[in-house]
């Protein structure tokens, strides 16, 4: 079992609607970061969280640390929010400052 | 602009014919890594730097070799590169290790060993 585990692996959504990612990991985390990555493009940092919840224009990303749990959520998606999302997670007792990637959720948005 | 800057973007090439993919970024960050990215796998750690001469092996270093003798560069070289190399690769930096800043990353470099 992987670590960070994501769903949906794959989601498409019409214009307007409102998207939900989640995010479960198995171990301790000192944080959690959001990544966005375009087809054939670089990754962007979304957000990076410890606690709490972080807004950001349309997007949403929200953590439960006791329940090991995060989501990202869009609002009035766009096609251009069509992308890659990838949850990691900076484990606690890793050296080295290693993220541990999911392995994405390839989200569609259809005008 | 702050940037984390690949070379090449794209490069297909042979078994065995020693490559190098050059990472600079401006940022005069600490921390800089390499990833790979392949399908159902996800991104992994190949070898990362804390520091300019200190340097560590990720989750998948064999068949890599890193140095970092400025700040702002991190090659990625591959001695004798196989065919399981063929992936895209992403060189990130952060301002330091565990810092509360995310970690910028570069626009990826595809490499197709043949």
């Known amino acids: 079992k992987n670590e960070v585990e994501q769903s949906p692996q794959n989601l498409t959504a019409q214009e307007g609607e409102f998207i939900t990612i989640n995010c479960s990991y198995s171990?301790?985390?000192?944080?959690l970061h959001w990544l966005q990555q375009h087809p054939g493009g670089g990754i962007v940092s979304l957000f990076m969280?410890?606690?709490g919840k972080k807004k950001h224009g349309r997007l949403i990303a929200t953590i439960n640390i006791q329940e090991k749990h995060s989501s990202l959520h869009i609002t009035a998606s766009h096609p251009r929010d069509s992308a890659v999302y990838i949850c990691a997670v900076s484990p606690k007792k890793s050296s080295g400052d290693k993220l541990t990637f999911g392995t994405g959720t390839r989200l569609a948005v259809r005008p | 602009e702050a940037q984390v800057t690949q070379n090449p973007r794209y490069l297909i090439t042979v078994t065995g014919k020693k490559l190098t993919v050059t990472c600079s970024q401006n940022?005069?960050?600490?921390?800089m890594s390499w990833y790979r990215q392949d399908p159902g796998l996800g991104l992994r750690q190949i070898y990362y730097?804390?520091?300019?001469?200190?340097?560590d092996k990720g989750d998948v270093p064999e068949g890599y070799k890193v140095s970092r003798k400025e700040k702002r560069n991190f090659p990625l070289i591959l001695e004798s590169p196989s065919p399981n190399q063929t992936s895209l690769y992403f060189c990130?930096?952060?301002?330091?290790?565990?810092?509360?800043?995310?970690?910028?990353f570069g626009d990826g470099t595809r490499l197709s060993i043949l």
């Open positions: 171990v301790g985390i000192s944080a």
């Open positions: 990130a930096s952060r301002v330091r290790q565990n810092s509360n800043q995310p970690q910028h």
């Open positions: 969280l410890s606690s």
């Open positions: 730097s804390m520091n300019v001469e200190v340097t």
């Open positions: 940022m005069n960050h600490e921390y």
